[in-house]
DNA sequence: GATGAATGAGAGTTCATTCAT
DNA sequence: AATGAATGAACTCTCATTCAT
């Protein structure tokens, strides 16, 4: 009811000034409602800001989710992820990757920022541990994750400014993730250490 | 001489505090020198940080292109990038990365961080698309070029918090980014499209 | 009845918070009741903190008073009044004194604060006159009220803070008191003026 | 110069309208200056507030110590102190009572005014003690100073509102004092404890 | 050439007070 | 009879920006 009208409001200003740039007042203005009621409801900027932040990962993570289908493929539910993962950026540019940026240069923020990426990184690292049959023990699994968190957010922020298209984007993103989880190349491993295992695809062949 | 001072003690303070957070008091405090200088050297808070931004991003473009040998092998080459990238980043932790995370929350330098970015891209496409022997037309190089970029940028951090070694995260980088030069397996280029080009290598034999 | 309960926390709250950093809102929480009902009751936070003013001295006033025996001899009413001041006092800290204090620093409580002052001066005044057979009138029995009524709340506030004794507070003031119904010394008086007067005991006899 | 300014405006309003109904705008616009400078120069409306305490409170006890004459008798020497005393509050109604009684009753000053007081019993305990030729090591002096100096900010309390003559309450207050230090009589001594000693007069003489 | 001194404008936050129910 | 919900108005404090020297 209120809440929402009020958080829609916030994250609308927030997204187009910046947490900086906004005003308690401009957001009271946008949903209209009066000053002291945001901070009825929230509190300080701060943690209305969060409270923004919260909502948007919420319904992104949830959108995201909602896409996946566990019993598909690991190479299908990959691309799934993917596209669902940009087709929500595309969709929502006001929001999601706005704030985000916004709160990832927010000494405020940091730690919540931080968090959060955190969650996905380990979240994708566990998803590459899985898809691989023989993990070697010497893969940084984890550091494989954050590079290619940081690819998927390059690519996002790409995409939430229209400056790309969501599925040649989706198809690269896909592309270097899936080769990510083959072993290196026989002459490469030689030089610089062991394939970083085996993939299992649904059909237990090896692609 | 006097402009350096003063951008030095500029990229100092923004790095630790931010932009916002940064007060112009400070940063005269930080240079030594009084709050008048900064106006009549840089006229407003607004354009100091602009031009912090471009020293900064111009000093690491040099730094990464200055270690890149374009005699060498492809494979070479992308190597000695990454390795320039990640370890100008690990030994400059108060300069480029961060202030770029610092504009990018604020619309008023959109235009600067998006001109920074391209270069960077421009730069790594141009490498990308050297390596490859027959580029594909419908290869989006500038697209790979963000998500390399990307996936550098976070590993990047990762290092300039100490949470990972330079040369393990270099060879991971490197890794990925090699196959992803690679053109796709033949089942899944057959599949989403053709690969991606072929990639020379100085020997001209690898892959 | 409910305005019992009312004004019973807001003394509770002022006394404790002082006037400016209590807040209805703290008020109504303590009272258990709704803040309309507040307002509906006492018209606004001023007429609210005068009621408290109002009882509160009422209270303290009725107490001394009924402690009062005006069949004792002037000296032992004088007695039981001092120790009736300072034992309620002692006994109920959260009220008079306190709100007192609070109320002496809003120039909108002067009126009241005046007029609170002076009953007590008159009681005072009134003791002190009684208690003297051919009282000098140019001994001005207000102002030595207003003195003993300063040095009372003196002792009262070191006697409700705990640093000193009620019995032992109670003689000193007594002495202090006594005396100065006495009339000056002779020297004195030959330099600065008559006697106030001569005291009359039970006896009519002592001095 | 310019901090003199300040406080004086400072010190105007906040006689006149108390701390809190006082605005930091209506000093600076008493003041002639702007906002920001009261700021640069005290930090805070506290900080001004003490500044105002301090600057008055020394002002006050630089004048009444210049008007006492160590050199005379104890007697004159505490008529002298008490006439500069009350002198001094009846001159300057509009400051250091005002603020004194402003402070008295705002949580946040409390301890700098219990500080204050303390120092005050302190200094008139001390001049008890030693007023006295052989003290009973019964009598509490610092009881009786607190009740002194209770009886004196009643009476200055009454100077400075004009409802009191300055003369008149001088001589009160020197008859309270002097008797004070005087033993209490044979007759009440033996109910209630010895003389507190005899007073030492500059000619050695007992008055 | 350089700055100490000064400010206009605005931000976040709080609170006494009142409708609409 | 009683209140949950709402707000107008004000306050403290900050900061980018500029004179006057």
Redesign the pocket.
Known sequence: M?EQQMLDAAVQIFSVNGY???????I?AEA?????????YY??????FGACLDRELSRFIEEVRSQIDFTQSPKDMLRNAVLAFLTYIDTNRASWMVLYNQATSSQAFAHTVREGRERIIDLVGRLLRSGTRHPDPETDFDMMAVALVGAGEAVANRVSTGDADVDEAAELLINLFWRGLKGAPAEHSAEHGPPAGTVETAAGSQN
Chains 1, 2, 3, 4 share one sequence.
Not at 32 to 40: E, N, Q
Not at 43 to 48: A, C, M, N, R, V
Request: aromatic content about 4%; hydrophobic content about 35%; overall charge neutral.
């Open positions: 209120r900086h740039e906004t005003s308690m007042d401009a009271a209209k409602i009066s000053k002291p009621m945001l901070y009825l509190g300080s900027k701060e943690e209305l």
